[in-house]
């Protein structure tokens, strides 16, 4: 097996990709990014500065002088504001709103690009986001385009906000994702798209131990 290569993991919201990246690297002996986090500290920091996603210029003006880092703790990212480990907090529905819409910023991608290219190019990792494959990690030794039924990962964001006690309406939830895909599918930096050399899969019907099988048949020796 090899040892120091590198799976990008790249697909729309809900589609099961941290699940099925934090699954294969442990597997593999190797450490799980989540890249959507770094965005989402992003999101997190404007709500508690009050400043609004809009607010491009003076968000490009002052994420220089924040300090987002990943930590690596039990095969996973942490993920450092300012040294705070702010992980916990960062999965809510309006975290992820404001983290697509900063995410269409040149600078916050700029700002976040190289944090993520740094920890990808140590190795042994399985990183996951919205262009892993086609630009954080072009050369990865395997890229992954993880599809699912837009109303199965409605219903499975909706069984993660019950187990967590979070009310939702799955028919709210399923338009909240299809607009977060709309806009990160057609921003005009970095989209959501598969890279020519990545392969599909849809795991609609799969459960994560038949993905995690599936990839692994797919990894050079
Ligand atoms: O995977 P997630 O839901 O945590 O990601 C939140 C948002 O961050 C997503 O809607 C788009 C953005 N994102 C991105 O633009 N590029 C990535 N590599 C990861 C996430």
Redo the contacts with the bound molecule.
Sequence with gaps: MLKDGSIAI?GP??SG??SLAKALARELGWIHA???????AVALWLGRTGLSAEQEADICRHLPDRKIAYAIRDNTTRVLLDGEDVTDH??TEET?RT??RV?QIPCV?EFLFHI?RDLGKKGGVVM?????GTV?LPDATLKIFLVADARIRAERRFTEMQQKGIPGNLDDIQKDLTE?DR??RT?SL?P?IQAPDALLLDNSHMTIEDAVKWIRQKLPN
């Design positions: 790249d919201s809900s990709k941290s989540d890249t959507g986090a770094l965005y989402r960062l999965r992820g983290a697509s995410s991608r993520q996951d986001g919205r262009d892993i954080i977060r806009r990160d921003r970095a959501l």
